[in-house]
Every structure is written in structure tokens, then in C-alpha cells.
């Protein structure tokens, strides 16, 4: 396959990682698919429906609607391209899964289904590169993953996006947090993408909790139009939601809603962000919705310039301006993410690294 | 010719004058003292001399090694040789100590040694100045002042809000930055060393005080014994004696 090891690494697919499994898929052929630890089952979905009927009978389109939008009305009339993830009771895997989806431009469209089960007490990390092989090819990516995760599992997933400057890309998510499941999202995008949309749903039985977290860096000309929402739906369950947002020209528009339904239930949010230059636009709307006395929900929002007065700072030190500049918009992404696997932040350190090298 | 050399600076700030034509130098490895009540144009005057905006410079000159610097940006004259501890310096969120440091020196080796020494080795992973206590902040300053090592130091109120143990570790950081083990001939680097309380001067010895008020340089002198007259009659009764005493040693310094 003709893409460049650097390009797999800056979405987060490292070959030479120790991963648990992989699975890679190139249009809407899946590459290699492949588990290296007992209790986890990776395999193509379509796979999946024949060794485990009950995939195709309750958990496809069980979250997601088949008639939702026209993107999964699409995806319910052909055959699934994506992977089935399986990690059975109480075990636990500490090296991350690996997956990439890769766009080469074969088809206009790229649909692909994902699932993911965890059972009672597992635990996993998933991180998703996607990319297009060439910066040049174009079309629509369209995303569908359904999570459910069982009594007291953990799962976070890590989703890289590094697609082109001609491309569309529609995920759908959802996921449903089982009573004391934990559920972390981490996304991360930095590339000049033409148009991102995505408004992916937790739903949060009791005592869990669902944290959403987004870097999203926007080129000129980009176009985001993206969020989380959580539906507190259990007892004592948590939310959060936190995302960074910087423009240098592009348009984000970012949309976070959290509900708290019940007794008991924490919800924070903070959007923060930072415009680089005059023709970027952050539009930010957190929405809280309580319908409980007993909740305790909250949001910060704030969109800004560099300081100067920073930037004046640092460079007392000897930094140029553009060093002084970068440092800080580098330090404004650096989310500060709880429970988020060395090795991960590792993956989505160095792929913000090599986003930013040289950019600004 | 001083190695730092300031002729009639006249500056401004937000449209307004704050120094009036102060003239002030600062020899090779020596150390001047700057005292003056509060809002008298201290910070300003080390502002200009680093090159921060918001301090425009309406009149005068800044000679630094022989050269003005008025044209050179703020990291053209940290690279020149000018560092400056502030007094309030900013938090930067998620640009962590060690970072910055990094950026600042390459040399991991003196970068460790020097945070060891100000007792800062547990803050490098931390975000620059973020939820730093205020003489956790003059110590930060301090270590980021060793580690870039300048010619001439501005050090502004390096003292203040510090407690006596946390002074100590700063003197002993300034004491190696400013040479002040070797023997006066053998120093190289200078500082200008703002101090409202005087407090640092039981710590770092200085050559020189300035005292500044209201934009003015009403004299120079002895640190210690203006100190005392300072201590003993306060800054506004100081003026008229000042302003007699020194003036003839002031112009005489200019015409050196
Ligand atoms: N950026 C600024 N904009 C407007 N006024 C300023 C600014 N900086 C200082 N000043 C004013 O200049 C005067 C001198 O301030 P400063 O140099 O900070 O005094 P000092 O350090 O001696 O206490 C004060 O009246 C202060 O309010
Ligand atoms: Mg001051």
C-alpha cells in the first residue's frame, strides 16, 4: 500500500507500538485485522454477524437509528465495512488498540459501521487514526460507531483526525455507558479538513461516567460543526465535556449539551477558545439542561486572543515572537486528561506536535 | 563609556509621561540600586530597558555595550544581553517551567543545577507561574534569569512578598548570576535591582542606588547610607536633601 510511514504515525497508527489488536481499513477494503490477547475478538463486522448473531440482531443500529440522517439511512442499505471489538468479562488489557481508516480516494463515499461491546468489569483503550493517503484526494467519509459498555467496563477512545483539505467527514456516535462503565473520548484534529460534523451521544446509567474531550485546530477555510451530548441518565451518574478550540481562519462551530435527568448527577463543560486570525469564527453553545432538583451542572466558555502580555513575557527570555506565539498556543491544547493511558498521550502528543511544527 | 548608559529618557505610558528624562549608568559587573516610593516610575524605567510595549520612549536614548537599543525588539535585546525578573509576572497556561527553560538554555545540565538550587526542581513540570505562590514566582523568575544568564539583570522587587527563607535561596541564586564571589575587578555582569523594602541589601551587596521619584533621578549613591536616610526620614523628606546633595555628583557622573 502506497502511504508513507510518517502519515500513519501522524494519525496516531504506529506499526512498530505495542498494540492489543489492529485493524486497518483503506477504502472500503480492510487492509489486515489482527488480536493479540485473549479475551479481545477484533474482526470485520460483517464477520462478526456470522459468529455472533446477536450483532446483527441487537446491537446494530440498537444506538443509532437506522432512518437518523441520510448518512445512516445510507449506511443501513450495504454491507458493513468496519470492525466488531469484543472484550470480554473482567479483562482487563493495559496496550492500546490500534485502528486506522484511511481514505484513497477509490469511491466518492466511505461509509463504515463500528462496534464495540466491553463486558462487566472490562477495560480498554481504542485509538482511531483516520487520514487520506494523499492530501489531495476527495470525497465523504462516514462514521458510525456504536459503544456499549457493561457493568463497571472502561473505555476510552481516542479518535485522530487528519484528513485532507477536500474532504467531508460525518461521524455518528453513541454510546451507552452501563451502570458504573466509564466512558473517555479524546479528538483530536489539526489538518485542513474541508467540513467536519459530528454531535456523537453518551447516554450515562447510574454511577457512570461519560467525558468528552476535543483539540480541534482549525486551518483556513475549515468548517467544523461539532460537539458531544450527554444524557445523565442514571443515578449519580457524571458528565463532562471539555474541548479546545483554536481557528486560524476556519469556522468552528461548537455545540455541548448535558442533561441531567436524575438524582444525583454531575455535568461540567468548558469550551475554551483561541482566534489567530481576523476571518476566524468560534461559535460556541453550551447548553445545560437540568430536570432534577438534585443535579449540579456547570459550564465555562471563553474565546480570546493570545495575550500580548504573554508573548512580551517569554520573549524577555530570548524567544522570538513565533517561538513565543506557538509555545502558547501549543500549551493552550495541552488538555490536562485524567486517566488518559501514558502511551496514548505519547500517540496524541506527538501527532499535535507534528501538526503544529512548522505551521504557525 | 558604562556598559549600560541612559541619557534624558523621557517615556510614556498610555499618553501619559511617567519618566522625565531620567539619566542613569550602570558600569561592567557592578550592581545599582534603584529606590523609590511606589508609582515613581521604577517598573517603567526597567520596562523601557527590555523593550516591553506599552512604554514609549518620547525622547533620550538606551545604550547598552555601546550601542542604542531603542530599535531592537524585546528578544533582540534579551539576546543582546538584557534579562528581566518582573515583578508581576504573568501564568501561562500549559506552557510547563521546564519547557520554557528548555527553550531558554540548552544546557540540561545547568538548567538542573540551577533549579536545584533555587529549590525548583518539583515545579519544572508545572505550568509556567499558574497557581504559583507569589515568592514561588520570584523564585521562578530568579531560575529563569540563571538559566538565560544575562549581561545585565533587571530585577525588579525580587524580594517582595518573599519570606526570609525563600529570600535566602533567591540571594544565593542572584549571588551566581551576578559573580558576586569573584573579586569586583573580575565581575562581568551587572543588575539593576528595584527594591521598595531595601530588604535584598542584606543579602546582595550593591555599588550604586539611584533614588526615582516622580519620574526624576533625585541622586545617587552610597545603597547603604541612602537606605538609612530613607529608613530614617522617609522618601518625601529625603527629596529636598537629595536633590542638594547629589545634584552636582549627578551631573558629574553624565559629563564621566
Ligand atoms: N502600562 C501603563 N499604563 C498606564 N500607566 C502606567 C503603566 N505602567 C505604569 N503606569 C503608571 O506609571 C506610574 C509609575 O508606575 P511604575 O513604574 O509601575 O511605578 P513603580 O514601579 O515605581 O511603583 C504609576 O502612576 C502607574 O500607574
Ligand atoms: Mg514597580
Redesign the interface.
Known amino acids: 500500500m502506497d502511504i508513507a510511514p510518517e502519515r500513519l504515525v501522524s494519525m496516531g497508527y504506529d506499526s512498530c507500538a505495542a498494540s492489543c489488536g489492529r485493524f486497518m481499513v483503506l477504502d472500503r477494503d480492510i487492509l489486515e485485522f489482527s488480536c493479540g490477547i485473549s479475551g479481545l475478538h477484533v474482526m470485520p463486522l460483517k464477520t462478526a454477524f456470522e459468529v455472533y448473531p446477536h450483532v446483527r440482531e441487537n446491537l446494530l443500529f440498537g444506538l443509532i437509528p437506522k432512518d437518523k440522517n441520510d448518512f445512516t439511512k445510507m449506511a443501513s442499505r450495504v454491507d458493513p465495512v468496519g470492525y466488531y471489538v469484543r472484550v470480554e468479562k473482567g479483562v482487563k488489557i493495559a496496550d492500546p488498540m490500534q485502528a486506522a481508516f484511511l481514505f484513497g480516494g477509490a469511491h466518492q463515499d466511505q461509509l463504515i459501521h463500528n462496534i464495540i461491546e466491553l463486558e462487566e468489569g472490562a477495560s480498554l483503550d481504542i485509538v482511531n487514526g483516520c487520514a487520506n493517503t494523499h492530501a489531495g484526494t476527495s470525497g465523504r467519509h462516514i462514521g458510525i460507531t456504536e459503544t456499549y459498555l457493561g457493568k463497571g467496563s472502561s473505555l476510552g477512545y481516542t479518535m485522530i483526525h487528519n484528513w485532507g483539505p477536500d474532504m467531508e467527514v460525518y461521524p455518528v456516535g453513541a454510546v451507552q455507558v452501563g451502570e458504573g462503565a466509564r466512558y473517555l473520548s479524546n479528538y483530536v484534529s489539526t489538518s485542513p479538513v474541508k467540513r467536519i460534523e459530528t454531535y456523537p451521544k453518551a447516554t450515562v446509567g447510574p454511577h457512570a461516567s461519560a467525558r468528552y474531550y476535543s483539540i480541534i485546530y482549525a486551518r483556513q477555510s475549515s468548517y467544523f460543526d461539532t460537539g458531544a451530548f450527554v444524557a445523565l441518565e442514571g443515578e449519580g451518574s457524571s458528565g463532562e465535556i471539555i474541548s479546545r478550540v483554536v481557528s486560524e481562519g476556519g469556522t468552528v462551530i461548537s455545540r455541548q449539551t448535558i442533561s441531567g435527568e436524575t438524582k444525583g448527577c454531575i455535568g461540567h463543560m468548558e469550551c475554551s477558545g483561541l482566534l489567530l486570525a481576523e476571518n476566524g469564527v468560534i461559535h460556541s453553545i453550551p447548553e445545560l439542561r437540568g430536570k432534577h432538583p438534585d443535579i449540579d451542572l456547570s459550564h465555562e466558555a471563553s474565546i480570546g486572543r493570545i495575550s500580548d502580555e504573554e508573548v512580551s513575557y517569554l520573549m524577555t527570555r530570548g524567544l522570538g515572537k513565533e517561538e513565543a506565539r506557538s509555545l502558547i498556543i501549543r500549551g493552550f491544547l495541552d488538555v490536562k486528561i485524567a486517566g488518559l493511558p501514558d502511551r496514548v498521550k505519547v500517540i496524541v502528543d506527538e501527532v499535535i506536535e507534528q501538526a503544529m511544527s512548522g505551521k504557525i | 563609556m558604562s556598559f549600560l548608559e541612559i541619557k534624558d529618557l523621557h517615556v510614556e505610558a498610555e499618553g501619559r509621561e511617567i519618566l522625565k528624562g531620567v539619566n542613569l549608568s550602570v558600569d561592567a559587573g557592578r550592581t545599582a540600586i534603584i529606590f523609590g516610593p511606589n508609582g515613581s516610575g521604577k517598573s517603567t524605567l526597567l520596562g523601557a530597558i527590555?523593550g516591553?510595549?506599552g512604554f514609549r520612549v518620547t525622547r533620550g536614548d538606551i545604550l547598552f555595550k555601546g550601542k542604542s537599543i531603542l530599535d531592537m525588539?524585546?528578544?533582540e535585546r534579551?539576546?543582546f544581553g538584557i534579562?528581566?525578573a518582573?515583578q508581576y509576572?504573568?501564568a501561562?497556561?500549559?506552557?510547563?517551567l521546564g519547557?520554557?527553560l528548555k527553550?531558554?538554555n540548552s544546557d540540561g545540565n545547568w538548567v538542573q543545577t540551577s533549579a536545584e538550587m533555587l529549590n525548583m526542581t518539583s515545579y519544572v513540570d508545572r505550568?509556567l507561574n499558574v497557581g504559583f505562590s507569589g515568592g514561588e514566582r520570584k523564585r521562578s523568575e530568579i531560575l529563569?534569569l540563571m538559566v538565560?544568564m544575562p549581561d545585565l539583570a533587571l530585577l525588579d522587587e525580587p524580594e517582595s512578598g518573599v519570606d526570609i527563607e525563600n529570600i535566602s535561596l533567591i540571594a544565593q541564586g542572584l549571588r551566581v548570576m551576578l559573580e558576586k564571589d569573584k573579586p569586583i575587578s573580575r565581575r562581568q555582569r551587572s543588575a539593576i535591582v528595584i527594591t521598595h523594602t531595601g530588604l535584598i541589601l542584606d543579602y546582595i551587596k550593591a555599588d550604586i542606588a539611584y533614588v526615582i521619584m516622580d519620574g526624576h533621578v533625585l541622586g545617587c549613591g552610597a545603597p547603604g547610607e541612602i537606605f538609612d536616610e530613607i529608613r530614617q526620614h522617609g522618601y518625601k523628606k529625603c527629596t529636598m536633601c537629595f536633590a542638594e546633595k547629589y545634584r552636582d555628583m549627578n551631573t558629574q557622573d553624565l559629563e564621566k
Open positions: 527590555a516591553l510595549p525588539d524585546i528578544d534579551a539576546r534579562g528581566m518582573f509576572p504573568p501561562v497556561k500549559g506552557v510547563r519547557v520554557l527553550h531558554v505550568d529563569q538565560q
